[in-house]
T-cell receptor
Framework: EAGVTQFPSHSVIEKGQTVTLRCDPISGHDNLYWYRRVMGKEIKFLLHFVKESKQDESGMPNNRFLAERTGGTYSTLKVQPAELEDSGVYFC?????????????FGPGTRLTVL | RKEVEQDPGPFNVPEGATVAFNCTYSNSASQSFFWYRQDCRKEPKLLMS???SGNEDGRFTAQLNRASQYISLLIRDSKLSDSATYLC??????????FGQGTELSVKP
């Protein structure tokens, strides 16, 4: 079974540019989560989708971040315009319907560098 | 105060040693906790769940102390392959995990 995949693995952009990160969850997983790790800090929750609906977006830093999950399959996280402090590793995770955190599988992450 | 706190280490131990990590949490209502393992530049992988008093899986034992609000991870007979960063996480419900900063372990020959 394929795991959670994320694209791209690395992205280097300049301040003010736009970047879109993609996450493909494990097939059949209704729950999709985005997390971020800024250098030197802990992994922080950004938001949670159940199918195409945003269940909890309390961790989104500001309105420069937009997450979508049209059709309830893959998800995108757009940062526009990017700022220096947005640099970090963005992880996506997915879990089965009504799954607890035991079943939360993480993708390899996208390493974003904003110059 | 951070919601979940860990000693960042690094912990440098010889092969075969026993090592223990602690993780403190601030939410007294929390019920479920998890230990994840993260290798360098890789994704976190679930190592153990801690729901009540503790959990044991081979060389790994996790314990929860609700009175003092901490969870611990004990690794016995350390292997070189145990070298990684160990993350503890508090489950706040609805799938939301609150992670600590992680504790780095380096097992030397």
């Amino acid at each position: 079974e394929a795991g959670v995949t994320q694209f791209p693995s690395h992205s280097v952009i300049e301040k003010g540019q736009t970047v879109t990160l993609r996450c493909d969850p494990i097939s059949g997983h209704d729950n999709l989560y985005w997390y971020r790790r800024v250098m030197g800090k802990e992994i922080k929750f950004l938001l949670h989708f159940v199918k195409e609906s945003k269940q909890d977006e309390s961790g989104m830093p500001n309105n420069r971040f937009l997450a979508e999950r049209t059709g309830g399959t893959y998800s995108t996280l757009k940062v526009q315009p990017a700022e220096l402090e947005d640099s970090g590793v963005y992880f996506c995770a997915s879990s089965q319907p009504a799954g607890g955190p035991d079943t939360q599988y993480f993708g390899p992450g996208t390493r974003l560098t904003v110059l | 105060r951070k919601e979940v706190e860990q000693d960042p280490g690094p912990f440098n131990v010889p092969e075969g040693a026993t090592v223990a990590f602690n993780c403190t949490y601030s939410n007294s209502a929390s019920q479920s906790f998890f230990w994840y393992r993260q290798d360098c530049r890789k994704e976190p992988k679930l190592l153990m769940s801690v729901y009540s008093s503790g959990n044991e899986d081979g060389r790994f034992t996790a314990q929860l102390n609700r009175a003092s609000q901490y969870i611990s991870l004990l690794i016995r007979d350390s292997k070189l392959s145990d070298s990684a960063t160990y993350l503890c996480a508090d489950y706040l419900g609805g799938g939301k995990l609150i992670f600590g900063q992680g504790t780095e372990l380096s097992v030397k020959p």
